[in-house]
Protein backbone atom coordinates (compact mmCIF):
# COMPACT_ATOMS: atom_id res chain seq x y z
CA UNK A 1 0.00 0.00 0.00
CA UNK A 2 1.59 3.29 -0.76
CA UNK A 3 0.97 6.63 0.32
CA UNK A 4 0.69 9.31 -2.12
CA UNK A 5 1.74 12.71 -1.57
CA UNK A 6 -0.79 15.35 -0.76
CA UNK A 7 -0.86 18.23 -2.85
CA UNK A 8 -0.72 21.28 -1.60
CA UNK A 9 -3.78 23.12 -0.78
CA UNK A 10 -2.67 26.62 -1.44
CA UNK A 11 -6.20 28.57 -0.86
CA UNK A 12 -6.27 26.92 2.10
CA UNK A 13 -2.58 28.29 3.21
CA UNK A 14 -3.71 31.59 2.48
CA UNK A 15 -6.82 31.69 4.51
CA UNK A 16 -4.39 29.88 7.83
CA UNK A 17 -1.61 32.71 7.11
CA UNK A 18 -4.68 35.05 6.96
CA UNK A 19 -5.97 33.52 9.70
CA UNK A 20 -3.03 33.94 11.78
CA UNK A 21 -2.51 37.55 11.04
CA UNK A 22 -5.12 38.50 12.58
CA UNK A 23 -7.01 39.67 8.86
CA UNK A 24 -10.36 39.65 7.43
CA UNK A 25 -11.18 38.44 4.45
CA UNK A 26 -12.57 41.62 3.66
CA UNK A 27 -9.45 43.52 4.84
CA UNK A 28 -7.68 40.90 2.26
CA UNK A 29 -10.11 41.93 -0.38
CA UNK A 30 -9.53 45.67 0.09
CA UNK A 31 -5.69 45.25 -0.15
CA UNK A 32 -5.66 43.23 -3.16
CA UNK A 33 -9.22 45.24 -4.92
CA UNK A 34 -11.12 42.56 -5.11
CA UNK A 35 -14.25 41.62 -3.43
CA UNK A 36 -15.05 39.21 0.05
CA UNK A 37 -16.42 36.41 -1.91
CA UNK A 38 -13.92 36.35 -4.54
CA UNK A 39 -11.00 36.32 -1.39
CA UNK A 40 -13.86 33.62 -0.37
CA UNK A 41 -13.54 31.48 -3.74
CA UNK A 42 -9.83 31.91 -3.68
CA UNK A 43 -9.35 30.39 0.00
CA UNK A 44 -11.50 27.78 -1.48
CA UNK A 45 -9.40 26.88 -4.53
CA UNK A 46 -6.53 24.13 -4.49
CA UNK A 47 -4.36 26.14 -6.95
CA UNK A 48 -4.07 30.09 -7.19
CA UNK A 49 -3.14 32.09 -10.16
CA UNK A 50 0.30 33.43 -9.59
CA UNK A 51 -0.34 37.16 -10.53
CA UNK A 52 -3.12 36.95 -7.81
CA UNK A 53 -0.98 35.01 -5.53
CA UNK A 54 1.86 37.57 -5.84
CA UNK A 55 -0.96 40.21 -4.79
CA UNK A 56 -1.90 37.94 -1.22
CA UNK A 57 1.30 37.64 -0.76
CA UNK A 58 1.88 41.33 -0.34
CA UNK A 59 -0.42 42.01 0.77
CA UNK A 60 -0.49 39.52 3.75
CA UNK A 61 3.18 39.94 4.10
CA UNK A 62 4.95 36.93 3.50
CA UNK A 63 6.46 35.38 -0.21
CA UNK A 64 4.85 33.51 -2.58
CA UNK A 65 6.98 30.41 -1.42
CA UNK A 66 5.95 31.12 1.91
CA UNK A 67 1.99 30.41 1.05
CA UNK A 68 2.78 27.34 -1.13
CA UNK A 69 4.98 26.13 1.83
CA UNK A 70 2.81 26.44 4.90
CA UNK A 71 1.93 23.89 7.23
CA UNK A 72 0.63 23.70 10.61
CA UNK A 73 3.61 22.14 12.24
CA UNK A 74 6.23 24.39 11.17
CA UNK A 75 4.46 27.44 12.40
CA UNK A 76 4.04 25.33 16.08
CA UNK A 77 7.99 24.50 15.27
CA UNK A 78 8.59 27.77 15.08
CA UNK A 79 6.65 28.80 17.95
CA UNK A 80 8.13 26.38 20.11
CA UNK A 81 11.89 26.93 19.31
CA UNK A 82 10.89 30.55 20.06
CA UNK A 83 9.64 30.24 23.19
CA UNK A 84 12.40 27.60 24.36
CA UNK A 85 15.40 29.61 22.85
CA UNK A 86 13.89 32.51 24.97
CA UNK A 87 16.34 34.21 27.92
CA UNK A 88 16.46 36.77 29.85
CA UNK A 89 19.78 38.24 27.67
CA UNK A 90 17.31 38.35 24.92
CA UNK A 91 17.21 36.30 21.68
CA UNK A 92 17.22 37.33 17.97
CA UNK A 93 14.21 38.52 17.70
CA UNK A 94 13.75 40.57 21.20
CA UNK A 95 17.63 41.16 20.95
CA UNK A 96 17.64 41.77 24.77
CA UNK A 97 14.74 44.90 24.93
CA UNK A 98 12.53 45.01 27.50
CA UNK A 99 9.23 46.82 27.72
CA UNK A 100 9.73 50.18 29.41
CA UNK A 101 6.70 51.24 29.57
CA UNK A 102 3.08 50.25 31.70
CA UNK A 103 0.12 49.36 29.02
CA UNK A 104 -2.04 51.21 31.92
CA UNK A 105 -0.33 54.36 31.36
CA UNK A 106 -0.71 54.03 27.81
CA UNK A 107 -4.52 53.24 28.31
CA UNK A 108 -4.09 56.75 30.55
CA UNK A 109 -2.71 58.64 28.03
CA UNK A 110 -5.07 57.80 24.73
CA UNK A 111 -7.87 58.64 27.36
CA UNK A 112 -6.37 61.89 28.38
CA UNK A 113 -6.05 62.96 23.92
CA UNK A 114 -9.28 61.51 23.52
CA UNK A 115 -10.85 64.16 26.14
CA UNK A 116 -8.46 66.74 25.33
CA UNK A 117 -9.69 66.37 21.59
CA UNK A 118 -13.30 66.49 22.46
CA UNK A 119 -12.26 69.57 24.78
CA UNK A 120 -10.81 71.31 21.58
CA UNK A 121 -14.22 70.22 19.34
CA UNK A 122 -16.70 72.14 22.39
CA UNK A 123 -15.03 75.25 22.11
CA UNK A 124 -14.64 75.62 18.10
CA UNK A 125 -18.72 74.50 18.16
CA UNK A 126 -18.81 77.76 21.16
CA UNK A 127 -17.15 79.77 18.94
CA UNK A 128 -19.11 78.88 15.87
CA UNK A 129 -22.04 79.84 18.40
CA UNK A 130 -21.01 82.94 19.72
CA UNK A 131 -20.47 84.40 16.05
Not at 62 to 72: L, R
Request: aromatic share 10%; no cysteine.
Amino acid sequence: MSIAAKPKHVGRNISRIRELKGMKQEALAYEIGISQQTVSNIELSETVDHERLLDIAKALGVTVEAIENFSEESVFNFFNNFYDNSSSQGNSFNQGMYATFNPLDKVVELYERLVQAEKEKVEYLEKLLKK
